[in-house]
T-cell receptor
Framework: AQRVTQPEKLLSVFKGAPVELKCNYS??????LFWYVQYSRQRLQLLLR??SRESIKGFTADLNKGETSFHLKKPFAQEEDSAMYYC??????????FGKGTKLSVKP | DADVTQTPRNRITKTGKRIMLECSQT?????MYWYRQDPGLGLRLIYY???????NKGEISDGYSVSRQAQAKFSLSLESAIPNQTALYFC????????????FGEGSRLTVL
């Protein structure tokens, strides 16, 4: 079965500290992987996808096929990064399977 | 701007009532989805539709039904609402068969008393 695990429900860091949100997946084949973000009172939106290999708002994510991980990283967290983050590997028929999410809280 | 719109945004109802949540999109996407968001459980897929004639059950379809009235409209119904269906419901669209990006509506918060 295809699964995605985000082990931290809540991650709290201070402004300027590095942040890493973990994501592990089990998936047959070569999945396409995404990170979605939900800011307070807003809709979910795409943060980044592994295929594009781009950095959005200072975040990057590297696909490690050996460890089946797709951790999201940012070297210096900002208060505006406080949000709910969801890892989402592509499931069967192109449907996305979402993790349970990690709430990032960046304190001043 | 092309968008995904959900109505109502908030609804409080009683156990046993029938509720319909509506989703419309102006993105011209074929694929539409209904997800449910619960604290600590993330987003779970309820139903999805690849086109007007193709509707599929997701992970948690029991207690729900859907209707794809047109390419642009996808409604979610709770025939007889129960309290554990209290949640935030999201509609989403996607352009085509590849995984691609999902575009979400703003969500419909449903409370079943």
């Amino acid at each position: 079965a295809q699964r995605v695990t985000q082990p931290e429900k809540l991650l709290s860091v201070f402004k300027g500290a590095p942040v890493e949100l973990k994501c592990n997946y089990s998936y047959s084949g070569s999945p396409e992987l995404f990170w979605y973000v939900q800011y307070s009172r807003q809709r979910l939106q795409l943060l980044l996808r592994h295929i594009s290999r781009e950095s959005i708002k200072g975040f990057t994510a590297d696909l490690n096929k050996g460890e089946t991980s797709f951790h999201l990283k940012k070297p210096f967290a900002q208060e505006e990064d406080s949000a709910m983050y969801y890892c989402a590997p592509g499931g069967s028929q192109g449907n996305l399977i979402f993790g349970k999410g990690t709430k990032l809280s960046v304190k001043p | 701007d092309a968008d995904v719109t959900q109505t109502p945004r908030n609804r409080i109802t009683k156990t046993g009532k029938r509720i319909m949540l509506e989703c419309s999109q102006t993105k011209g996407h074929d694929r539409m989805y209904w997800y449910r968001q619960d604290p600590g459980l993330g987003l779970r897929l309820i139903y999805y539709s690849f086109d007007v004639k193709d509707i599929n059950k997701g992970e948690i379809s029991d207690g729900y039904s859907v209707s794809r009235q047109a390419q642009a409209k996808f409604s979610l119904s709770l025939e007889s609402a129960i309290p554990n269906q209290t949640a935030l419901y999201f509609c989403a669209t996607k352009e085509g068969p590849s995984t691609g990006e999902l575009f979400f509506g703003e969500g419909s918060r449903l409370t079943v008393l």
